[in-house]
């Protein structure tokens, strides 16, 4: 039976807007802007050419990301926002073991059958009826944004001239153009015809063809939609397991360093004594500074037990000069550490304790939602109860999802009877409505925290709270990613670097019917934000300072009092 898993989140470092579908599915409104608004969007544009030019593909990914979510239906972004990820994407593929592999070792019918199993699903599940062109059309795109990159020519077109290629890029397009894909099997065959032009014009291998054209129809669906290969289908279930090998860090490219946005607890990365709001000036000799999120999560990667030599500055201070071999700050002291890469257990709950001891107010972060999310937070339930709890703030506040059916437990220890949330697909097997249970809820009153950057997983138990009357919701509207996506393993014989997909399969609504895609969760208590986020400085606030914690400590007073 085919292995699935049912997510809410996207790849661990992209988490997007809400699901745009794409302008041959359902055009984009042309929004009548103010002048203000205008040259907002200008700025923006002109921030993300920057890194654009700078290939720093990830960093301008996320940009694009953010500014759609302030200026959702400007066209101009949405082209740059789907440009620059297919870019990403294929400076990504092309870093990657697993990818590599594929594209060597699969046969020209391998990397066919690959392509055919990626059509069948999403002709199975993906929630909208599949524009077969639009597939075709956006894996051109990909194809020939790879044929422009030095890692795809030196892989796989290596001494081949450069007019040549250009001249088969052209030959691609009139190709295509003269080609009509209404159903599967004549998209395979367009795709399988530029394929053989590749090999006859310029000795290119079919299946790394196949592959590109594989990758872009995957990624054509939404913003949420793509193709895994074999390493990153790998790491998206031991993000489900709750585990990892790596060092234990969440970093930020920023000031010409890696910001350490947050140690995990008991990490490799935290047992060395790396702390959060310090900056990496060097990995293993080289220097950070240039180097982007992306690239800096490449320089970090390695295999279990392997060690990563990293210069540190303290929070704060200015970064290291740009040669590889000084480590000495400006305006600051550095340290060397030598960190050990091990399996990683990343906890769902962080920081539980009680915040008011004469009120008995308590409080705990849910980081993410996993497999191990629901055991957590039994734990942490029954310690803060052994502690005195009699009200409970949940932190949602960053947390940007994961699996439906954590998200649904969750919600189940805390509504007693009604709908949590219910799913809807475009297949019936879609449709589904999960139900609270009255055994094992927990009646403590509760406040939950969210903001900007709590999505889906998040959204689910915020607007099952909030629709249930169960809670007060305090802080910002949420993310405003309505959509569940499914893993599916493209489980070919024989074909072990196939890797898998992931496709969005329904939409989500909360108890009262309410769609989360593009609405978010609103707060009843909005709190404006007067600190700098985490992921800007490393550091969450004092508790003292965090307003957001205040104003959820008052409503849970106020609950306290009037039980």
């Known amino acids: 039976m085919l292995r699935r898993a049912l997510l809410l989140w996207s790849m661990w470092v992209l988490t997007v807007v809400a699901i745009a579908p794409t302008a041959a599915q359902n055009p984009l409104p042309l929004a009548v802007e103010s002048s203000s608004a205008r040259i907002g969007v200008e700025e923006l544009l ?24 302030n200026f959702p239906d400007d066209r101009t972004l949405h082209e740059r926002h789907d440009q620059t990820r297919i870019q990403f994407d294929v400076a990504r593929r092309y870093r990657d073991d697993s990818f590599r ?25 993906y929630v909208h009826s599949p524009d077969y062109a639009q597939l075709v059309d956006h894996g ?115 000031d010409d360093a890696l910001l350490l946005v947050h140690v995990i607890p008991g990490s490799p990365a935290a047992n060395a004594g790396l702390r959060s709001g310090e900056r990496i000036v060097s990995v293993d000799g080289r220097s950070t500074a240039g180097v982007s999120t992306d690239g800096a999560a490449t320089l970090l990667q390695g295999e279990e037990g392997s060690v990563c030599s990293l210069t540190i500055a303290a929070a704060n201070t200015a970064t290291a000069n740009t040669a590889a071999d000084d480590t000495t700050a400006v305006g600051g002291e550095t340290r060397d550490v030598r960190v050990r890469r091990a399996h990683v257990e990343v906890p769902s709950i962080e920081n539980a304790k009680v915040v008011d001891a004469k009120t008995g107010v308590a409080y705990l972060k849910l980081a993410c939602f996993q ?27 960053g ?41 094992g809820t927990w009646q403590v009153p509760l406040v939950v925290l969210i903001d900007g950057d709590s999505a889906s997983a998040s959204e689910i138990f915020a607007a099952a709270i909030q629709d ?18 499914g893993i599916f393993p493209l489980n070919l014989a024989g074909l072990g670097d196939s890797g898998g997909i992931r496709l969005t399969t329904a939409k989500f609504y909360g108890p009262s019917g309410r769609p989360i895609s593009g609405a978010g969760v609103t707060p009843e208590i909005v709190v404006q934000r007067t600190a700098k986020p985490v992921a800007e400085t490393g550091q969450a606030p004092a508790e003292a300072e965090d307003a957001d914690l205040q104003a959820g400590i008052q409503v849970a007073r106020r609950q306290v009092a009037s039980r």
């Open 468 to 485: 249930n009357r169960r809670g007060t919701i305090v802080g910002r509207r949420s993310y405003g990613k309505g959509s569940v996506q």
């Open 371 to 397: 497999k191990t999310t629901a055991r957590d937070l039994d734990a942490a339930l029954w310690q803060l109860h052994n502690a005195g709890m009699k009200s409970l703030i949940v932190d949602l506040r």
């Open 399 to 439: 947390n940007p999802g994961g699996l439906l059916t954590a998200a649904v437990e969750i919600a189940d220890r805390f509504v007693a009877s009604g709908t949590i949330v219910a799913t809807r697909g475009r297949s019936s097997q879609e449709d589904f409505n999960y139900t609270a249970h009255r055994v």
């Open 46 to 69: 002109r921030q993300g050419r920057q890194l654009e030019l700078g290939e720093q593909w990830g960093d301008a990914l996320s940009h694009y990301e953010d500014a759609l979510r």
């Open 140 to 254: 051109l795109s990909t194809f020939d944004a790879a044929l422009a990159k030095k890692a795809f020519v030196e892989t796989n077109l290596r001494g081949v001239d450069r007019t040549a290629i250009d001249a088969f890029r052209a030959d691609v397009r009139r190709t295509a153009a003269a080609r009509q894909a209404r159903n599967r099997f004549e998209t395979r065959e367009v795709v399988a015809e530029i394929a053989d032009l590749g090999a006859k014009q310029v000795g290119l291998s079919a299946s790394a063809t196949i592959l590109e054209f594989t990758c872009g129809a995957a990624a054509s669906l939404d913003h949420y939609s793509t193709y895994l290969t074999a390493d990153q289908l790998r790491d998206v279930f031991s993000q489900i397991e709750g585990n990892f090998v790596g060092l234990g860090i969440e970093i930020k490219a920023v």
């Open 101 to 125: 592999r594929a594209v060597s070792t699969l046969t020209r019918s391998d990397a066919l059958a690959v392509y055919n199993d990626v059509l069948l699903k999403i002709e199975s599940h």
